[in-house]
Protein backbone atom coordinates (compact mmCIF):
# COMPACT_ATOMS: atom_id res chain seq x y z
CA UNK A 1 0.00 0.00 0.00
CA UNK A 2 1.29 3.68 -1.13
CA UNK A 3 -0.77 5.98 0.33
CA UNK A 4 -0.95 8.00 3.98
CA UNK A 5 -3.65 9.53 6.13
CA UNK A 6 -3.77 12.48 8.04
CA UNK A 7 -4.12 12.64 12.07
CA UNK A 8 -4.08 15.15 14.73
CA UNK A 9 -1.61 15.10 16.88
CA UNK A 10 -0.23 16.77 19.86
CA UNK A 11 3.73 16.73 20.98
CA UNK A 12 2.78 17.84 24.83
CA UNK A 13 -0.34 18.45 27.53
CA UNK A 14 -2.11 21.70 26.06
CA UNK A 15 -0.35 22.45 23.23
CA UNK A 16 -2.62 22.72 20.26
CA UNK A 17 -3.59 19.78 17.67
CA UNK A 18 -1.48 19.76 14.21
CA UNK A 19 -2.46 17.93 10.91
CA UNK A 20 0.23 15.50 10.29
CA UNK A 21 0.50 12.60 7.54
CA UNK A 22 1.70 9.11 7.83
CA UNK A 23 2.03 6.27 5.95
CA UNK A 24 -0.20 3.72 6.01
CA UNK A 25 1.06 0.17 5.80
CA UNK A 26 -0.55 -3.50 4.42
CA UNK A 27 -2.16 -5.11 7.60
CA UNK A 28 -0.64 -8.57 8.71
CA UNK A 29 -2.84 -11.56 9.13
CA UNK A 30 -4.61 -10.78 12.53
CA UNK A 31 -4.82 -6.71 12.08
CA UNK A 32 -7.76 -4.90 10.50
CA UNK A 33 -7.95 -1.42 8.94
CA UNK A 34 -10.53 1.22 9.41
CA UNK A 35 -11.61 3.85 7.41
CA UNK A 36 -13.12 6.23 10.52
CA UNK A 37 -16.43 7.79 10.09
CA UNK A 38 -16.44 9.13 13.23
CA UNK A 39 -14.92 9.57 16.95
CA UNK A 40 -16.46 11.74 19.94
CA UNK A 41 -14.51 12.88 22.47
CA UNK A 42 -14.46 11.53 25.92
CA UNK A 43 -13.86 13.50 29.39
CA UNK A 44 -10.84 10.99 29.78
CA UNK A 45 -9.78 12.27 26.42
CA UNK A 46 -9.46 15.98 27.69
CA UNK A 47 -8.20 14.87 31.65
CA UNK A 48 -5.36 13.47 28.95
CA UNK A 49 -4.72 16.70 26.81
CA UNK A 50 -4.51 18.68 29.71
CA UNK A 51 -1.75 16.07 31.49
CA UNK A 52 -4.20 15.26 34.52
CA UNK A 53 -3.31 11.64 33.66
CA UNK A 54 -0.12 10.36 31.73
CA UNK A 55 -0.29 9.80 28.38
CA UNK A 56 2.42 9.14 25.67
CA UNK A 57 3.25 12.06 23.47
CA UNK A 58 3.58 13.08 20.17
CA UNK A 59 -0.08 11.22 20.41
CA UNK A 60 -2.68 10.51 18.62
CA UNK A 61 -6.27 10.87 21.26
CA UNK A 62 -9.46 9.25 21.09
CA UNK A 63 -10.91 5.74 21.74
CA UNK A 64 -14.57 6.40 20.64
CA UNK A 65 -14.65 5.13 17.29
CA UNK A 66 -16.39 4.06 14.34
CA UNK A 67 -15.71 2.56 10.73
CA UNK A 68 -15.38 1.13 8.18
CA UNK A 69 -13.19 -1.78 7.14
CA UNK A 70 -10.88 -1.05 4.88
CA UNK A 71 -8.38 -4.08 4.64
CA UNK A 72 -8.91 -7.21 6.72
CA UNK A 73 -6.27 -9.93 7.58
CA UNK A 74 -6.35 -13.16 6.46
CA UNK A 75 -6.94 -14.53 10.15
CA UNK A 76 -10.01 -12.07 11.15
CA UNK A 77 -12.65 -13.66 9.45
CA UNK A 78 -16.29 -12.93 12.20
CA UNK A 79 -16.65 -10.77 15.21
CA UNK A 80 -17.23 -11.36 18.82
CA UNK A 81 -20.43 -12.28 18.18
CA UNK A 82 -19.60 -14.31 15.25
CA UNK A 83 -20.71 -13.00 12.77
CA UNK A 84 -18.69 -12.99 9.02
CA UNK A 85 -16.48 -9.58 8.72
CA UNK A 86 -15.45 -8.27 5.62
CA UNK A 87 -14.13 -4.70 3.91
CA UNK A 88 -16.76 -2.31 4.13
CA UNK A 89 -18.60 -3.32 6.79
CA UNK A 90 -19.35 -0.99 9.74
CA UNK A 91 -17.66 -1.32 13.03
CA UNK A 92 -16.38 -0.49 16.68
CA UNK A 93 -14.12 -2.43 18.87
CA UNK A 94 -13.31 -2.91 22.54
CA UNK A 95 -11.30 0.35 23.57
CA UNK A 96 -8.15 -2.01 24.62
CA UNK A 97 -6.23 -4.22 23.95
CA UNK A 98 -4.09 -7.23 24.84
CA UNK A 99 -2.43 -9.68 22.71
CA UNK A 100 -0.61 -12.80 24.75
CA UNK A 101 -0.55 -14.43 28.01
CA UNK A 102 -3.14 -13.59 30.96
CA UNK A 103 -3.36 -13.66 34.33
CA UNK A 104 -6.27 -11.62 34.95
CA UNK A 105 -7.77 -12.81 31.62
CA UNK A 106 -7.52 -16.54 31.95
CA UNK A 107 -8.05 -16.99 36.08
CA UNK A 108 -10.04 -14.47 36.47
CA UNK A 109 -11.98 -13.84 33.79
CA UNK A 110 -10.64 -9.80 33.51
CA UNK A 111 -9.04 -9.55 30.22
CA UNK A 112 -9.52 -5.19 30.52
CA UNK A 113 -6.93 -5.71 33.75
CA UNK A 114 -4.04 -7.48 31.71
CA UNK A 115 -0.90 -6.69 32.47
CA UNK A 116 0.65 -4.86 30.02
CA UNK A 117 -2.58 -3.98 27.99
CA UNK A 118 -2.91 -1.09 25.42
CA UNK A 119 -5.60 1.12 25.10
CA UNK A 120 -6.65 3.22 21.67
CA UNK A 121 -5.76 6.77 22.20
CA UNK A 122 -2.90 5.89 24.17
CA UNK A 123 0.43 5.29 22.24
CA UNK A 124 3.12 7.40 20.01
CA UNK A 125 2.22 8.59 17.02
CA UNK A 126 5.79 8.02 15.91
CA UNK A 127 5.91 4.15 16.12
CA UNK A 128 4.36 1.83 13.59
CA UNK A 129 1.55 1.25 12.73
CA UNK A 130 1.02 5.19 13.74
CA UNK A 131 -2.56 4.86 13.50
CA UNK A 132 -3.82 3.95 16.93
CA UNK A 133 -6.42 6.90 17.86
CA UNK A 134 -9.46 8.23 17.21
CA UNK A 135 -8.56 11.47 16.03
CA UNK A 136 -7.62 10.69 12.32
CA UNK A 137 -8.78 9.30 9.71
CA UNK A 138 -7.58 5.77 9.53
CA UNK A 139 -7.15 3.26 12.73
CA UNK A 140 -5.23 0.33 12.58
CA UNK A 141 -6.73 -2.63 14.96
CA UNK A 142 -4.07 -4.50 16.54
CA UNK A 143 -4.81 -8.41 17.90
CA UNK A 144 -6.41 -8.57 21.24
CA UNK A 145 -9.01 -6.28 20.06
CA UNK A 146 -12.89 -7.49 20.21
CA UNK A 147 -14.44 -6.61 16.84
CA UNK A 148 -17.89 -5.56 16.64
CA UNK A 149 -19.99 -5.34 13.37
CA UNK A 150 -22.54 -2.73 13.66
CA UNK A 151 -26.26 -3.08 12.30
CA UNK A 152 -27.26 -0.76 9.53
CA UNK A 153 -29.59 0.86 11.12
CA UNK A 154 -27.35 2.22 13.82
CA UNK A 155 -26.50 5.77 13.36
CA UNK A 156 -22.64 7.14 13.60
CA UNK A 157 -24.18 9.38 16.97
CA UNK A 158 -25.15 6.21 18.41
CA UNK A 159 -23.11 3.95 17.77
CA UNK A 160 -19.74 5.60 18.71
CA UNK A 161 -19.97 6.02 22.24
CA UNK A 162 -21.01 2.42 22.46
CA UNK A 163 -17.05 1.03 22.83
CA UNK A 164 -16.41 3.90 25.63
CA UNK A 165 -19.31 5.50 28.17
CA UNK A 166 -21.99 2.76 27.47
CA UNK A 167 -20.10 -0.04 27.94
CA UNK A 168 -18.52 1.48 30.50
CA UNK A 169 -22.18 1.62 31.93
CA UNK A 170 -23.04 -1.57 31.51
CA UNK A 171 -20.41 -3.04 33.21
CA UNK A 172 -20.80 0.07 36.44
CA UNK A 173 -24.72 -0.72 36.47
CA UNK A 174 -23.53 -4.76 36.70
CA UNK A 175 -21.57 -4.31 39.39
CA UNK A 176 -24.22 -2.00 41.09
CA UNK A 177 -26.49 -5.17 41.11
CA UNK A 178 -29.32 -3.25 40.23
CA UNK A 179 -32.47 -5.45 39.94
CA UNK A 180 -36.30 -4.77 39.36
CA UNK A 181 -37.57 -2.18 42.31
CA UNK A 182 -34.72 -0.93 43.34
CA UNK A 183 -33.43 2.66 44.17
CA UNK A 184 -30.72 4.16 42.09
CA UNK A 185 -28.83 7.47 43.05
CA UNK A 186 -26.44 8.80 39.86
CA UNK A 187 -23.76 11.02 40.55
CA UNK A 188 -23.12 13.14 37.97
CA UNK A 189 -25.48 13.50 34.81
CA UNK A 190 -22.65 13.77 31.59
CA UNK A 191 -22.80 11.51 29.58
CA UNK A 192 -22.01 8.18 31.19
CA UNK A 193 -24.44 9.53 33.80
CA UNK A 194 -27.22 9.50 31.26
CA UNK A 195 -26.64 6.27 30.18
CA UNK A 196 -26.30 4.92 33.88
CA UNK A 197 -29.72 6.47 34.32
CA UNK A 198 -31.35 5.06 31.35
CA UNK A 199 -29.82 1.13 32.03
CA UNK A 200 -30.86 1.50 35.62
CA UNK A 201 -34.53 2.07 34.53
CA UNK A 202 -34.37 -0.68 31.58
CA UNK A 203 -32.83 -3.03 34.23
CA UNK A 204 -36.00 -2.54 36.30
CA UNK A 205 -35.54 -0.05 39.06
CA UNK A 206 -38.43 1.42 40.12
CA UNK A 207 -36.68 5.02 40.92
CA UNK A 208 -33.83 6.89 39.20
CA UNK A 209 -32.38 10.01 40.85
CA UNK A 210 -29.72 12.44 39.29
CA UNK A 211 -27.74 14.43 40.85
CA UNK A 212 -26.11 17.48 38.95
CA UNK A 213 -25.20 21.34 38.88
CA UNK A 214 -26.05 22.10 35.53
CA UNK A 215 -29.67 22.65 34.61
CA UNK A 216 -29.58 21.88 31.38
CA UNK A 217 -28.14 18.12 32.02
CA UNK A 218 -31.04 17.70 35.16
CA UNK A 219 -33.64 18.26 32.25
CA UNK A 220 -32.12 15.81 29.61
CA UNK A 221 -31.82 13.21 32.31
CA UNK A 222 -35.55 13.76 32.66
CA UNK A 223 -35.63 12.12 29.29
CA UNK A 224 -33.06 9.54 30.05
CA UNK A 225 -35.25 8.25 33.37
CA UNK A 226 -34.27 10.08 35.89
CA UNK A 227 -37.59 10.30 37.91
CA UNK A 228 -36.05 13.12 40.20
CA UNK A 229 -33.21 14.85 39.64
CA UNK A 230 -31.30 17.67 42.60
CA UNK A 231 -29.19 20.80 41.81
CA UNK A 232 -26.05 20.09 43.84
CA UNK A 233 -25.34 23.58 43.73
CA UNK A 234 -27.83 25.14 45.62
CA UNK A 235 -27.95 23.16 48.84
CA UNK A 236 -25.71 21.71 51.98
CA UNK A 237 -24.08 18.47 51.61
CA UNK A 238 -25.86 17.96 54.69
CA UNK A 239 -29.37 19.04 52.85
CA UNK A 240 -28.58 16.86 49.88
CA UNK A 241 -28.34 14.18 51.86
CA UNK A 242 -31.29 14.24 53.04
CA UNK A 243 -33.55 14.93 50.26
CA UNK A 244 -32.01 12.04 48.53
CA UNK A 245 -33.11 9.40 51.18
CA UNK A 246 -36.64 11.05 51.75
CA UNK A 247 -36.79 9.98 48.19
CA UNK A 248 -35.51 6.30 49.54
CA UNK A 249 -38.09 4.79 51.68
CA UNK A 250 -37.82 3.38 54.14
CA UNK A 251 -33.66 3.71 54.73
CA UNK A 252 -32.03 4.60 51.67
CA UNK A 253 -30.92 3.89 48.40
CA UNK A 254 -29.86 0.55 47.49
CA UNK A 255 -27.10 1.48 45.06
CA UNK A 256 -25.03 4.90 44.77
CA UNK A 257 -23.12 5.41 41.27
CA UNK A 258 -20.56 7.97 41.35
CA UNK A 259 -19.80 9.14 37.43
CA UNK A 260 -19.17 12.82 38.32
CA UNK A 261 -15.22 12.69 38.72
CA UNK A 262 -15.25 14.44 42.06
CA UNK A 263 -13.63 12.43 45.06
CA UNK A 264 -15.33 14.18 47.26
CA UNK A 265 -18.71 13.10 46.37
CA UNK A 266 -18.15 9.77 47.35
CA UNK A 267 -18.71 10.32 51.31
CA UNK A 268 -22.15 12.16 50.82
CA UNK A 269 -22.68 9.17 48.27
CA UNK A 270 -22.03 6.42 50.51
CA UNK A 271 -24.60 8.15 53.52
CA UNK A 272 -27.37 7.93 50.93
CA UNK A 273 -27.17 4.55 50.81
CA UNK A 274 -29.14 2.13 53.02
CA UNK A 275 -27.85 -0.95 55.08
CA UNK A 276 -26.16 -2.98 52.81
CA UNK A 277 -26.14 -0.94 50.03
CA UNK A 278 -24.03 -0.55 46.95
CA UNK A 279 -21.63 1.99 46.20
CA UNK A 280 -19.86 2.06 42.73
CA UNK A 281 -17.39 4.45 42.14
CA UNK A 282 -17.10 4.84 37.90
CA UNK A 283 -15.66 8.35 37.41
CA UNK A 284 -12.60 8.69 39.51
CA UNK A 285 -10.29 8.45 36.80
CA UNK A 286 -7.76 10.57 37.89
CA UNK A 287 -4.58 9.37 40.32
CA UNK A 288 -5.11 11.25 43.81
CA UNK A 289 -8.25 11.11 43.67
CA UNK A 290 -8.39 11.20 47.33
CA UNK A 291 -11.38 11.17 50.25
CA UNK A 292 -11.93 10.40 53.53
CA UNK A 293 -14.43 8.33 54.74
CA UNK A 294 -15.67 6.48 58.22
CA UNK A 295 -14.52 3.22 58.21
CA UNK A 296 -16.97 2.31 60.92
CA UNK A 297 -19.77 3.36 59.11
CA UNK A 298 -18.89 1.29 56.24
CA UNK A 299 -18.62 -1.91 58.66
CA UNK A 300 -21.61 -0.93 60.64
CA UNK A 301 -24.03 -0.06 57.85
CA UNK A 302 -23.02 -3.28 55.49
CA UNK A 303 -21.56 -1.55 52.56
CA UNK A 304 -20.03 -2.47 49.80
CA UNK A 305 -17.51 -0.71 47.64
CA UNK A 306 -16.70 -1.66 44.46
CA UNK A 307 -14.57 0.47 41.73
CA UNK A 308 -14.53 -0.23 38.05
CA UNK A 309 -12.35 0.82 35.46
CA UNK A 310 -12.73 -0.49 31.61
CA UNK A 311 -15.09 -3.12 31.00
CA UNK A 312 -15.38 -6.84 29.52
CA UNK A 313 -15.02 -7.51 26.09
CA UNK A 314 -19.00 -8.55 26.08
CA UNK A 315 -19.83 -5.55 27.68
CA UNK A 316 -19.71 -3.70 24.39
CA UNK A 317 -22.19 -6.40 22.74
CA UNK A 318 -24.07 -5.97 25.94
CA UNK A 319 -23.63 -2.07 25.15
CA UNK A 320 -25.33 -2.61 21.55
CA UNK A 321 -27.82 -4.89 22.71
CA UNK A 322 -28.90 -2.13 25.04
CA UNK A 323 -28.80 0.45 22.39
CA UNK A 324 -30.69 -1.02 19.81
CA UNK A 325 -33.44 -2.40 21.59
CA UNK A 326 -34.14 1.19 23.65
CA UNK A 327 -33.91 3.17 20.85
CA UNK A 328 -37.44 4.43 20.55
CA UNK A 329 -37.34 5.26 24.67
CA UNK A 330 -33.89 7.18 24.90
CA UNK A 331 -32.86 9.60 22.57
CA UNK A 332 -29.31 8.36 22.12
CA UNK A 333 -28.33 10.46 19.21
CA UNK A 334 -29.12 13.30 20.58
CA UNK A 335 -25.90 13.07 23.31
CA UNK A 336 -23.54 13.67 20.33
CA UNK A 337 -24.29 17.05 19.79
CA UNK A 338 -22.16 18.70 17.94
CA UNK A 339 -19.39 17.77 14.83
CA UNK A 340 -16.31 19.23 13.57
CA UNK A 341 -13.80 18.72 11.40
CA UNK A 342 -10.66 17.24 12.26
CA UNK A 343 -9.00 20.61 11.51
CA UNK A 344 -11.32 21.52 13.91
CA UNK A 345 -10.28 19.63 16.57
CA UNK A 346 -8.72 22.52 18.90
CA UNK A 347 -12.03 23.99 18.77
CA UNK A 348 -13.30 20.98 19.41
CA UNK A 349 -11.83 20.44 22.59
CA UNK A 350 -12.00 23.56 23.85
CA UNK A 351 -16.00 23.50 22.92
CA UNK A 352 -15.74 19.92 25.32
CA UNK A 353 -13.74 20.61 28.35
CA UNK A 354 -15.96 24.48 29.16
CA UNK A 355 -19.18 21.98 28.91
CA UNK A 356 -20.83 24.11 26.27
CA UNK A 357 -21.39 20.62 24.06
CA UNK A 358 -22.37 17.49 25.66
CA UNK A 359 -19.97 14.95 23.42
CA UNK A 360 -17.92 16.37 20.61
CA UNK A 361 -18.03 14.07 17.45
CA UNK A 362 -14.67 14.38 14.85
CA UNK A 363 -15.95 13.68 11.16
CA UNK A 364 -12.81 13.41 8.90
Request: hydrophobic share 40%; glycine share 10%; net charge negative.
Amino acid sequence: MTKTGRAAVYDAPNAPFELKEYPLRDVNPDEALVRITMSTICRSDIHSYQGHRPNPCPGILGHEIVGVIEQLGDTITHDMRGDELKPGDRVTWTEFFHHGPSYYREVHDMPQKSKGVRKYGHDLAEDDPHFLGGFAEYCYILPGTGILKLPDDITDEEATPLNCGVATMISVTEAADIGIGDTVVVQGLGLLGLYGCAIAKARGARKVIGLDGVASRRDLAARFGADVTFDISSMNEKDLIAKVRAECPPDGADSVIEVCGYPEAVPAGVRMLRTGGCYVIGGLVNPDANFEIDGNLILRGWINIKGVHNYHPRHLIEALDFVMSNKSRFPFGELVDSRFALEDLNEAFSRAADRSVLRAAIVP
